[in-house]
């Protein structure tokens, strides 16, 4: 999935005011401040009592629902096989955010991790680097993972 597509994106869900992060590949390289790799998809997690305004503005780009794993995630897809896989989270008034695990259990996102990053010229939301860790763990890592964790920890090295 191009930059260019993924920043159409952004700018849709950013004209509903619906609060949104880049998390997984696009995430990490917000952090970068540049892509690093090439994407499949763009992983978004979005404000859950907003999904119906996320999936107008997504369809509004050509995208139609082809994947539907709620309440945990779903998938919408363009063409040009592009692909934006939607996480819906609960947001809490303290600033924390859960999302529905398939088991039914829940995944706790702390306030911490959210941040901003550049991807192009632009400022986005993303995850922080120990969110982004937090989301890498609990299932067996592919290449694409293991690669994307080392750049978090060359990120990290820069940092200090």
Same mark, same amino acid.
Not at 39 to 47: A, G, N, R, S, T
Not at 90 to 108: E, I
């Given at each position: 999935?191009?930059?260019?597509?993924?920043?159409?994106?952004?700018?849709?869900?950013?004209?509903?005011?619906?609060?949104? #992060?880049?998390?997984?590949? #696009?995430?990490?390289?917000?952090?970068?401040?540049?892509?690093?790799?090439?994407?499949?998809?763009?992983?978004? *997690?979005? *404000?859950?009592?907003?999904?119906?305004?996320?999936?107008?503005?997504?369809?509004?780009?050509?995208?139609?629902? @082809?994947?539907?794993e709620r309440p945990t995630r779903f998938e919408m897809h363009a063409p040009g096989d592009?692909?934006?896989?939607?996480?819906?989270?609960?947001?809490?008034?303290s600033g924390d955010a859960r999302q529905q695990a398939p088991d039914g259990s829940w #995944?706790?996102?702390?306030?911490? #991790?959210?941040? @901003?990053?550049?991807?192009? *010229?632009? @400022?986005?939301?993303?995850? @922080?680097? *120990?969110?982004q860790r937090h989301f890498h763990t609990g299932y067996e890592l592919r290449a694409v993972?293991?690669?994307?964790?080392?750049?978090?920890?060359?990120?990290?090295?820069?940092?200090?």
């Amino acid at each position: 999935m191009p930059l260019e597509e993924v920043l159409r994106v952004v700018d849709a869900l950013e004209a509903t005011g619906c609060p949104h #992060w880049l998390e997984g590949g #696009w995430g990490i390289d917000a952090l970068a401040g540049h892509q690093t790799r090439d994407h499949q998809d763009v992983d978004i *997690d979005v *404000d859950a009592s907003r999904e119906g305004e996320v999936i107008a503005a997504l369809q509004a780009l050509g995208y139609r629902e @082809t994947l539907d794993e709620r309440p945990t995630r779903f998938e919408m897809h363009a063409p040009g096989d592009w692909c934006v896989d939607v996480h819906p989270l609960h947001l809490d008034p303290s600033g924390d955010a859960r999302q529905q695990a398939p088991d039914g259990s829940w #995944w706790c996102f702390r306030r911490e #991790w959210f941040t @901003t990053g550049r991807l192009g *010229d632009r @400022t986005v939301p993303c995850y @922080t680097a *120990d969110g982004q860790r937090h989301f890498h763990t609990g299932y067996e890592l592919r290449a694409v993972d293991v690669r994307d964790l080392s750049l978090l920890d060359r990120l990290a090295v820069r940092s200090d």
